[in-house]
């Protein structure tokens, strides 16, 4: 399971290895709501994007 | 099969579809909208060839519409098909669809002006509803008690700097016992559905409405099944009123269907069923 930095505060957010592209957690440390990427491969954090108006049902 | 998973967030009910394929033993391939290039004079991409079938789940409208509409252009099968998509995601297309294939909706008028609005709510009688004709999660729909409230109402729309909004789908507010019904319509059978309870008159579960399990009575399940069978589904959620009078109006389709709620509160598996019905279905 690796551990990838939270881009607000950088502390160590544990992600599982089966985690997908757009899948999303929250930094224990902060609360902040962040989004699993892949960037040229490599897996990253960034913040989860805002609700948009055309969202869900 | 290969079925793909058109996708743009991973919520509770992409994880169950995903586990409830590979338990089946089903090879399954995410794609990740938001990433994909959709080259629409280019060729199919060699990774998304050979799926037997993709399943839309894209929580944006706009992106579900599109990468469906995409996807099918490349020659997949997709569920929900973006006519399907386009439709539902339309309130306005949803009531006269339904309305043609003779399923019970509440009296809907469209106006087109302020003066249009109050000539339209005079006729179907106070309360009223207005709803945005695009929308969801139940935001932006208002119900006017009043000609005054219907007036505030219509002066903010008139102010949104979107046009759609200039259309006023006005319909008459249900005296609801306190609850919605939400049904799941999967290939023309209808396998849960639940009650959905809210002190406001707004019922979403989204909004805080509280999910609980209900009986599928054969009135439901018939209205249901006609209202499914109008929007042209696949896999679609029904929502429904129940009338004073105890009669079924149904008030919206959806066609990428939340169920979270009704897995934890029916025990139902869902996701399973979505996945042997919709493999069923696309190996005939």
């Given amino acids: 399971m690796p551990t990838l930095s939270c881009p607000v505060c950088e502390v160590g957010v544990e992600v599982p290895d089966d985690a997908l592209e757009g899948e999303l957690f929250e930094c224990n440390a902060c609360g902040a709501h962040l989004e699993f990427y892949l960037e040229s491969g490599k897996p990253r954090l960034k913040l989860a994007e805002e609700v948009s108006e055309d969202w869900g049902e | ?284």
């Fill in chain 2, 1 to 284: 099969m290969r079925i793909g998973i058109a996708y743009d967030l991973v919520r509770e009910e992409e994880r169950l579809l995903v586990e409830a394929a590979k338990r089946r033993g089903h090879e399954v391939k995410p794609v990740f909208v938001p990433k994909t290039l959709a080259r629409i004079d280019g060729d199919t991409p060699d990774h998304l060839r050979n799926l037997d079938f993709v399943l839309e789940r894209c929580v944006s409208f706009y992106r579900a519409l599109a990468s469906s509409a995409v996807l099918e252009g490349w020659g997949l099968r997709v569920v929900n098909p973006h006519q399907v998509i386009r439709d539902c995601g339309d309130k306005l297309v949803t009531s006269i669809r339904l309305r043609s294939h003779g399923v019970p909706i509440p009296r809907t008028v469209i106006a087109f002006t302020r003066e249009g609005a109050v000539e339209a709510a005079r006729e179907l009688g106070y309360p009223v509803v207005v709803k945005p004709i695009y929308g969801s999660w139940g935001r932006l729909m208002a119900r006017a008690l009043s000609e005054d409230d219907l007036l505030d109402v219509i002066e903010f729309r008139e102010s949104m700097p979107v046009s759609y909004f200039k259309v006023h789908y006005i319909q008459e507010f249900v005296q609801k016992p306190g609850r919605d019904i939400r049904s799941f319509y999967v290939w023309g059978e209808v396998p849960v559905a639940i009650y959905r309870y809210s002190n406001r008159w707004k019922t979403n579960t989204a909004l805080g409405g509280r999910a609980e399990p209900t009986e599928l009575t054969e009135e439901l399940v018939e209205v249901t099944v006609k209202a499914g069978d109008a929007m042209g589904g696949g896999v679609l959620g029904i929502d429904l009123v129940e009338s004073p009078e105890g009669e079924l109006y149904v008030i919206e389709v959806n066609a990428v269907v939340e169920f979270r709620n009704t897995v934890r509160v029916t025990g139902y598996d869902l996701a399973g069923h979505i996945i042997e019905r919709t493999a069923e279905e696309m190996r005939r």
